[in-house]
């Protein structure tokens, strides 16, 4: 037998039906206070600070709220989990889900971050909503491209394709748990990648760090046979970037790569 609202929740007051069927109709279970005003007018904040006390509504942030749905049971609120992509996607215009994220989104690695990393064109502080935690990693326009959209809880998500996340990775690999991350991921997924595509986003995004690292990669892990036709006129740029940025400033300077090899991979290890 189904519960109806009214018995396993307290009764909703005619402004709080209001709000709750106003919004279904627009099809919103994700709203802002502004989505509220429109519906009930200034009575807003007092509408939705009676449905969260009833449980009908979760506040994810200040002024970003979901709306619980009857199914969740007769814990309501307390029991009701929204996917961290789908809060990610309501926290900053313009961004696309990437890096150490993107990376497990896609099977790429099998381990789960703690954090949401999300791409974006603006400079945002790492936030908390409902004791997760999202970080902002802020792009030139020219690095911000090359994601696809998914439907996650009935909304539409940018998660960054594999091929672009395995380029902002190499970008970046603080943002990723290291270069080892990145590096396992070429290794084992090489097969489903199109690395043609990871070094055209390389191109695109003009940074050459990004190709001394795939390079680098591709030779220790005894690719570089099978993929060298992408590099036969690549060259070094000056400078030796570290290999991995969390690890620190010594070790040996690759001159063919123009690296500093400051992290050994070990390929051999990761089978076991």
Known sequence: MTLTAREYKPGLGRREASLIAGLAEEGKTLFTMADAKGVVGPQAKD??????????????????????????????????????????????EPYY????????YHGLTEQIPRTTFIATTRARH????LDAEYYFVKL???????WEETEIEGRTVRISSPEKTV???????????GIEQVARALYFSHEELDLRRVVECARRMRNRTILKRLGYILEV???LPQYGGLFKDFKPSAGFPRLDPLSPRRGKHNSRWGLLVNCPLDPEGWRY
């Open 167 to 177: 380029a902002d990775c190499l970008d970046h690999p603080e943002h990723c748990g």
């Open 221 to 223: 892990t005894g690719l």
């Open 140 to 146: 030139t326009p020219a690095k911000f491209f090359g």
């Open 126 to 129: 790492a936030v908390e909503v």
């Open 97 to 104: 889900i990437g890096y150490w994220s993107a990376l497990n």
């Open 47 to 92: 509408v939705i600070r009676w449905l969260v006390r009833k449980k009908w509504v979760l506040p994810l942030k200040r002024g970003l709220y979901a709306i619980v749905p009857l199914d969740v049971g007769v814990k309501g609120a307390d029991a009701f989990v929204v996917h961290n992509f789908v809060v990610a996607s309501l926290l900053v």
